[in-house]
């Protein structure tokens, strides 16, 4: 069975970290493009960071010298590193994977197919 499992979402103050991790089963990530998306309440799902099958990889605005996407092969896991987090990044957060090669991503919704459960990240004091 093909499957994507967050972990590491939580509470967190603002200017606070947190790593999640999204560990592939049933299929190899490999050059698969990759990705994380955000759904806060009443919004739609939006690309927070994706990379490619080339490699190239894509943040969003809001994000961009905060976040930081990564894979570990060895482990078939995907990571989203979070700092200096903001009330405003909380929402809960997808780990998304493509079925083919995606050589370029826009990181939005309809390029990826498989998903994970989704981690609440809620930043607050």
């Known amino acids: 069975q093909l499957q994507l499992v967050e972990s590491g979402g939580g509470l967190v103050q603002p200017g606070g970290s947190l790593r999640l991790s999204c560990a592939a089963s049933g299929f190899t990530l490999g050059a698969s493009a990759i990705g994380w998306f955000r759904q806060a309440p009443g919004k739609e799902r939006e690309g927070v960071s994706c990379?490619?099958?080339?490699?190239?990889?894509t943040y969003a605005d809001s994000v961009r010298g905060r976040f930081t996407i990564s894979r570990d092969s060895a482990k078939n896991t995907i990571y989203l590193e979070m700092n200096t987090l903001k009330p405003e990044d909380t929402a809960v957060y997808y780990c998304?994977?493509?079925?083919?090669?995606?050589?370029?991503?826009?990181?939005?919704?309809?390029?990826?197919?498989?998903w994970g459960q989704g981690s609440q990240v809620t930043v607050s004091s």
């Open positions: 998304a994977a493509a079925k083919g090669l995606l050589l370029f991503t826009l990181c939005v919704v309809r390029e990826y197919d498989y």
């Open positions: 990379t490619s099958s080339a490699g190239t990889t």
